[in-house]
C-alpha cells in the first residue's frame, strides 16, 4: 500500500529552475523521512538531499548547497525539491525516497521505499 508519486520534472536551461513533487501514500508515512537521490547516465545513485519528519532537518549533497531546497507539506503529505541555478551536471532521473532513518541520510540503502523517478534535463 505504500505509494511515492513523483512529478514536475522535464527540460530546464542552466541557470534555469525546476520544482519536483512527490506526493506520499501509506501507513505512517507522515513519521517518515524523505530524500532525494539522482541517478545520471553510468553513474551511481547519488544523494541529493533529505528531510526528517520530527524536526524538519535538512541535509544536502555539497553541490547542491545554495541552489536547491527540500521541503515537505504534511497535510499534503507531499515532498518537494526546489532546484534553482540549474547545471547539466544536474542532469539525472531523480528519485523520491522514504524510510524509518536515525542516522547516515546520505546512504540510499538505508531507505525502504522509492518512486518511479523522473528525467531532469538541463541544457547549456
Known amino acids: 500500500q505504500v505509494e511515492l508519486v513523483e512529478s514536475g520534472g522535464g527540460l530546464a536551461q542552466a541557470g534555469g529552475s525546476l520544482r519536483l513533487s512527490c506526493a506520499a501514500s501509506?501507513?505512517?508515512?507522515?513519521?517518515?523521512?524523505m530524500g532525494w537521490f539522482r541517478q545520471g547516465p553510468g553513474k551511481d545513485r547519488e544523494f541529493v538531499a533529505a528531510?526528517?519528519?520530527?524536526?524538519?532537518?535538512?541535509y544536502y549533497e555539497d553541490s547542491v548547497k545554495g541552489r536547491f531546497t527540500i521541503s515537505k507539506n504534511r497535510a499534503m503529505m507531499t515532498v518537494y525539491l526546489q532546484m534553482n541555478s540549474l547545471e547539466p551536471e544536474d542532469t539525472a532521473v531523480y528519485f523520491c525516497?522514504?524510510?524509518?532513518?536515525?542516522?547516515?541520510?546520505?546512504?540510499?540503502?538505508?531507505?525502504?521505499?522509492w518512486g518511479q523517478g523522473t528525467q531532469v534535463t538541463v541544457s547549456s
Open positions: 525516497a522514504a524510510g524509518r532513518i536515525y542516522s547516515d541520510y546520505f546512504s540510499s540503502k538505508n531507505y525502504d521505499y
Open positions: 528531510i526528517t519528519w520530527r524536526d524538519g532537518n535538512t
Open positions: 501509506g501507513p505512517s508515512v507522515g513519521y517518515w523521512d
